[in-house]
């Protein structure tokens, strides 16, 4: 059975060019369009469509505000088709906070400079998103405080005493990330005595805004990594769109240095962990969140072999079960968590 998409936006003309692309994939097809967030809503409800693509700025009802009413009454996987800019990235990261699933850029040719890849991913995204998501989940226990979480799957009896030599927390994450990092991290205290480093698949011109937006938000210090940072405790380095963090030193005193990108991710995940191999393995927590792919995962097996601890999200809290399947998988989690357990255990490192 195909994909049924509900396709969002103001421009007649855009509405008709999205649909062109969606159509000629034989594994999607058109649920229906609406030109403004109050539309959406009722489509929504209406078709019943696989998954929606969201434009932020429309008359009526704006697409943040539609997003919200979509995912409190009738979850649904929404994709934002956001600007690449600064301003843009304040909106795609306000609705991903409401609700949205996930971004790409409403200009195609940022995703590629070759016109039919960039087709392909847009319809690979579209796929992804209507096969994995998991907001209606999400939805009944915010809405729920009757319904427990899942409990903690502890898979290693050992995990407990390795955690006492932890040096280094490393989070990654992809698809639903903002808003599990957001979940993660405003669970720390100030005092949180360990440096962390967070790997989020995002853009260049949105780790600043997402950075910021973080710090604002938690009690520990939150900053996008620059070159030649010293890590110490209780604050976050978020890597920086577009590039690779890597962990240089020694395990008395770590620093980064940051390094184009030109790999699958940039930032990447394994690309990291690999550099942390090389300096303190055996000290370092790495927590694998919601996101497609398997990003991480190499890397994960490389620090769990050289006794270091890993801790992967549990699938009914991810809104994507990729990264964490990857990990769980390959039977290198020492914990299985719920995203409401996660950032209390990590408190508990205080």
């Known amino acids: 059975m195909a994909t049924r998409v509900l396709i969002v936006d103001d421009s007649a003309f855009f509405r008709k060019r999205l649909s062109e692309i969606i159509s000629a994939d034989p594994g999607l097809e058109i649920a229906g369009t609406a030109s403004n967030g109050q539309e959406a809503v009722e489509q929504a409800i209406t078709l019943k469509p696989d998954v929606i693509t969201m434009d932020m700025e429309m008359p009526v009802m704006d697409g943040i505000s539609a997003v919200r009413k979509i995912m409190a009454h009738h979850p649904i996987p929404i994709l934002m088709l956001s600007t690449w800019t600064t301003d843009g990235a304040k909106s795609t990261l306000d609705a991903l906070e409401a609700g949205a699933a996930d971004f790409l850029p409403k200009r195609f040719a940022d995703l590629s400079t070759d016109q039919n890849i960039a087709h392909q991913k847009i319809c690979q995204r579209l ?202 998988t390959a039977g290198i989690a020492d914990k299985i968590l719920s995203l409401d357990n996660i950032g209390q255990q990590l408190a508990e490192l205080s």
């Open 127 to 328: 796929h992804h998103l209507a096969t994995n998501f998991r907001g209606k989940t999400h939805v009944t226990h915010s809405l729920n405080p009757a319904l427990k979480p899942p409990t903690t799957f502890s898979v290693k009896n050992t995990a407990s005493s390795l955690l006492n030599q932890t040096k280094l927390v490393v989070l990654a994450t992809s698809t639903g990330g903002p808003v599990a990092l957001q979940k993660v991290l405003t669970q720390l205290p100030a005092t949180f005595p360990h440096p962390i480093l967070l790997i989020q698949h995002m853009p260049a011109t949105f780790t600043p805004s997402f950075a910021e937006r973080l710090n604002k938000q938690c009690a520990i210090t939150v900053k996008q990594a620059d070159d030649g940072d010293v890590l110490t405790p209780g604050t976050a380095f978020l890597a920086p769109g577009g590039k690779q963090m890597l962990v240089r030193g020694n395990k008395n005193r770590q620093y980064l240095t940051i390094e184009d990108g030109n790999a699958t991710y940039n930032p990447c995940v394994d690309i990291t962990l690999e550099s942390i191999t090389r300096i303190c393995p055996a000290e370092t927590l790495a927590v694998v969140l919601t996101g497609m792919g398997s990003d991480g995962r190499d890397g994960c097996i490389h620090i769990h072999k050289l006794g270091g601890v890993i801790w992967s999200q549990d699938e009914q809290s991810c809104t994507v079960y990729g990264m964490p399947m990857a990990i769980a």
